[in-house]
T-cell receptor, first 114, second 114 residues
Framework: QKEVEQDPGPLSVPEGAIVSLNCTYS??????FMWYRQYSRKGPELLMY????GNKEDGRFTAQVDKSSKYISLFIRDSQPSDSATYLC??????????????FGTGTLLAVQP | NAGVTQTPKFRILKIGQSMTLQCTQD?????MYWYRQDPGMGLKLIYY???????DKGEVPNGYNVSRSTTEDFPLRLELAAPSQTSVYFC?????????????FGEGSRLTVL
């Protein structure tokens, strides 16, 4: 079993739809959860960060962590064609600094159709 | 502010050849990393460095070597290239002591070994 599982997609939605992207994990020691966005032929960039359980909102994006179910989600409201990218979840046991223990999901490819 | 710069962007190698992927960052970050990204496999850590003169292996170090003589530069050396090293390579850096340990990625180097 992989430490982090993520549906690879592709996920295709119409503009304006609500998008739900998810990851499950097996390591109960993970405490720090991140979502990276990767546009085609670019490097990933940090989109959202959450610690432990709960929700965090940033504009149209909401990150949700359910540690009891070992499940994290990223919701995108009013999706735009510019949101078309691969979304990678990432998680770690350790606080900031050297993220040599950062585990990435395989990424979900999202296409938002105009 | 250039961030993390990788060269070359594309390269084709023959089996058994060697080459160096260059990475430089201008953010004065102490931590630097090399990842490889394969379809359906996510990002895998090859090597990382916590400062000039200090390097350590990640999850998939075999067939690679690194050095860190300066804070800015972190080259990745491929010796005796094999088809299994066909991948997209990303260099990244991060700052010590930040809450998220956010990784700043370069745009990637696409390597094909034939």
């Amino acid at each position: 079993q992989k430490e982090v599982e993520q549906d690879p997609g592709p996920l295709s939605v119409p503009e304006g739809a609500i998008v739900s992207l998810n990851c499950t994990y097996s390591n109960s020691a993970f405490q720090y959860f991140m979502w990276y966005r990767q546009y085609s032929r670019k490097g990933p960039e940090l989109l959202m960060y959450t610690y432990s359980s709960g929700n965090k909102e940033d504009g149209r994006f909401t990150a949700q962590v359910d540690k009891s179910s070992k499940y994290i989600s990223l919701f995108i409201r009013d999706s735009q064609p510019s949101d078309s990218a691969t979304y990678l979840c990432a998680m770690s046991e350790t606080y900031g600094g050297a993220t040599n223990k950062l585990i990435f999901g395989t990424g979900t490819l999202l296409a938002v159709q105009p | 502010n250039a961030g993390v710069t990788q060269t070359p962007k594309f390269r084709i190698l023959k089996i058994g050849q060697s080459m160096t992927l260059q990475c430089t960052q201008d953010m004065n970050h102490n931590y630097m990393y090399w990842y490889r990204q394969d379809p359906g496999m996510g990002l895998k850590l090859i090597y990382y460095s916590v400062g000039a003169g200090i390097t350590d292996k990640g999850e998939v170090p075999n067939g690679y070597n690194v050095s860190r003589s300066t804070t800015e530069d972190f080259p990745l050396r491929l010796e005796l290239a094999a088809p299994s090293q066909t991948s997209v390579y990303f260099c990244a850096s991060s700052e010590v002591g930040t809450l998220t340990g956010e990784l700043f990625f370069g745009e990637g180097s696409r390597l094909t070994v034939l």
